[in-house]
């Protein structure tokens, strides 16, 4: 499994954008790049996931550097319901059905 | 439509007795997935089930143990349980379990052990 960095802990304030970065150096070809989060007292959610070029849903968007050892989930406007432990997760080949996770980052979203 | 459910929600045991815990995928999902999550150790995989077949497991004891129906509900079962058992025990379905497959979680069941 592709090593992943984050840091453990964010701030942002309500209605602002938030850029949540996660390096993934040993990331394989193939490996795709995911994002999931979880909310207090909550299972984890899935937020987005890449390969290549960046993507958008209505919850975030994901861009991916060009050499793919890293990559920023973007909030585009954080709201007090977006406070959780996000997560990087790179997946492909090697993840025999199973998600990886790492300690993610603590985001904290000020009123 | 309905999202992955787990029961019981709570439970508490003591050492040495067993537990089943029980999970219903969202409908057509054939893939189910179980996680541990504990304060110390974060979120860890125990294994995966599809088509009722383990596919893959986990680092964890042999008193950890689960399987599948061909509805795809999904049952992981605890023996001998010890004081570090104690945690969040999460299932995730998605419909083959592939690595392009956005997996769905259901709430937990929060299992103490005294």
């Known amino acids: 499994d592709a090593k992943t960095t984050q840091p453990n802990s964010m701030e942002s304030n309500e209605e602002e954008p938030v850029h949540l970065p996660c390096n993934h150096s040993?990331?394989?070809?193939?490996?795709?790049i995911h994002w999931y989060r979880q909310l207090p007292s909550q299972g984890p959610e899935y937020v987005i996931h890449?390969?290549?070029s960046n993507v958008n849903n209505r919850m975030a968007s994901l861009a991916i550097a060009e050499d793919r050892k890293s990559s920023t989930l973007i909030l585009h406007r954080a709201t007090l319901r977006d406070a959780a432990v996000y997560y990087c997760?790179?997946?492909?080949?090697?993840?025999?059905?199973?998600?990886?996770f790492g300690k993610g980052t603590l985001l904290t979203v000020n009123p | 439509k309905a999202g992955v459910t787990q029961t019981p929600r709570y439970l508490i045991k003591t050492r040495g007795q067993q537990v089943t815990l029980s999970c219903s995928p969202i409908?057509?999902?054939?893939?189910v997935s179980w996680y541990q999550q504990t304060p110390g150790q974060g979120l860890q995989f125990l294994f995966e089930?599809?088509?009722?077949?383990?596919?893959n497991k986990g680092n964890f004891p042999g008193r950890f143990s689960g399987r599948q129906f061909s509805n795809s509900r999904s049952e992981m079962n605890v023996s001998t349980l010890e004081l570090g058992d104690s945690a969040l025990y999460l299932c995730?379905?998605?419909?083959?379990?592939?690595?392009?497959?956005?997996?769905?979680f259901g709430p937990g069941t929060r299992l103490t052990v005294l």
């Open positions: 409908s057509g999902h054939r893939s």
């Open positions: 040993t990331i394989s070809g193939t490996d795709y």
């Open positions: 089930y599809f088509s009722e077949t383990q596919r």
């Open positions: 997760i790179p997946r492909g080949g090697g993840s025999n059905y199973k998600l990886t």
């Open positions: 890449g390969l290549t």
């Open positions: 995730a379905s998605s419909l083959e379990g592939r690595d392009i497959d956005e997996q769905f």
